[in-house]
């Protein structure tokens, strides 16, 4: 099953797709994890992205396709996969359009949450962080979380338009428990 899981930050994308590939013993592909460890790595990509995240812009397209499209063709992938956090604009989803050829996506599954619900998701999730001595994101503060939401409004939300167009869109109510939105995804999937 080749699924993508789009929603604003917060919306909870990175714990229902880590749910989904147990249950379905598909990859999780997110393009956030392989951006932080290469800048954890400091590999060339990683000093590329390393200020654009900060931030909270998203990064080049032609940067995360390349990624991405090397992280699909390996063999673990070829069941299936979810894509979480890619594709991030209408770019980025033509070019997975290219990398699949002629393999379908099963479906594109939209989370959606109010925005005064992920603002306070997102900063909860940091100030705990910080409490219990963990890493903070670098962008889980106010002014990188508010260019977040800005470019999933204004770059990444015109793709439900365009999966919508398809057939492709099942979107879920996400201000759900984490346990009822899975819930939901698998019934929306089955
Ligand atoms: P969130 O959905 O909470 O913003 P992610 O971990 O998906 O978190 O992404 C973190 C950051 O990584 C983004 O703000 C952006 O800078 C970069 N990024 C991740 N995926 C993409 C993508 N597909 N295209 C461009 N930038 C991306």
Redesign the pocket.
């Known amino acids: 099953m080749r699924l993508v899981l789009l ?5 909870g ?2 714990t229902q797709a880590s749910k989904l590939s147990q249950l379905l013993t598909i990859p999780q592909l ?7 460890a290469a800048v954890s790595e400091g590999t060339a990509i990683g000093q590329q ?1 390393a200020e ?10 032609q ?2 396709v390349g990624l ?1 499209a090397e992280r699909i063709g390996r063999s673990d992938a070829a069941r299936g996969f979810i894509l ?6 209408v770019a ?1 989803a033509e070019s997975l359009d290219e990398v699949l050829e002629n393999q379908e996506l099963d479906w594109v599954l939209e989370l959606k949450v109010d925005e005064q619900y992920l603002l306070n998701r ?1 900063l909860g999730r940091a100030m705990q962080a910080r409490e219990s001595g963990a890493v903070v ?1 670098a ?2 503060n106010e002014g ?1 979380l508010s ?2 939401l800005t ?2 409004t204004d770059q990444t939300k015109p793709l439900t338009d365009y999966y919508a167009a398809r057939g492709l869109l099942k979107t879920i109510d996400a201000s759900q428990t984490v346990d009822r939105v899975t819930a939901a995804l698998v019934g929306a999937i089955g």
Request: hydrophobic content about 35%.
């Open positions: 929603g604003p930050p917060g919306a994308k990175g997110s393009t956030g994890d392989m951006l932080r992205a654009i995240m900060q931030r909270g812009e998203l990064v080049p397209d940067l995360v991405i979480d956090g890619f594709p991030r604009t980025q997102i994101r962008d889980d990188a260019v977040r470019a999933y």
